[in-house]
């Protein structure tokens, strides 16, 4: 049943979906093709969790939209540098495709 709450918890969820980036992020050897993407994937990960906290916090509707396309943007920027991460490091590929999944 808890696994089944948190699965429609999103606050939750995108949390866990940033600290799971950061830890494939440790995880992925740092060299001067890997790092860019690294920290573009940080960045982008762990967006979608900090903006979806802002659309709870939104003080209208219109503020509450623009704040989850902020989320959805964010989502679509990771999946790309997900898929960049996999072909520059082919042994992160599997690892890569599970998170693009959850995105």
Not at 13 to 21: D, M, Q, V, Y
Not at 34 to 42: D, F, G, K, T, V
Not at 64 to 71: D, L
Request: glycine share 2%; aromatic share 8%; charged share 30%.
């Amino acid at each position: 049943m808890a696994e089944f709450l948190n699965k429609y918890n999103l606050e939750e969820r995108t949390a866990k979906f940033g600290e799971n980036i950061i830890i494939f992020c440790r995880e992925t050897a740092q060299d001067t093709i890997n790092r860019p993407i690294i920290s573009q994937l940080i960045r982008s990960g762990t967006s979608i969790g900090a903006n979806y906290m802002e659309a709870n916090a939104a003080s209208s509707k219109k503020d509450f939209r623009n704040k989850i396309f902020i989320c959805k943007k964010e989502a679509q920027e990771t999946k790309h540098w997900l898929r960049m991460i996999a072909v520059a490091s082919p042994e992160l590929k599997e690892k890569a495709q599970r998170h693009w999944k959850e995105v």
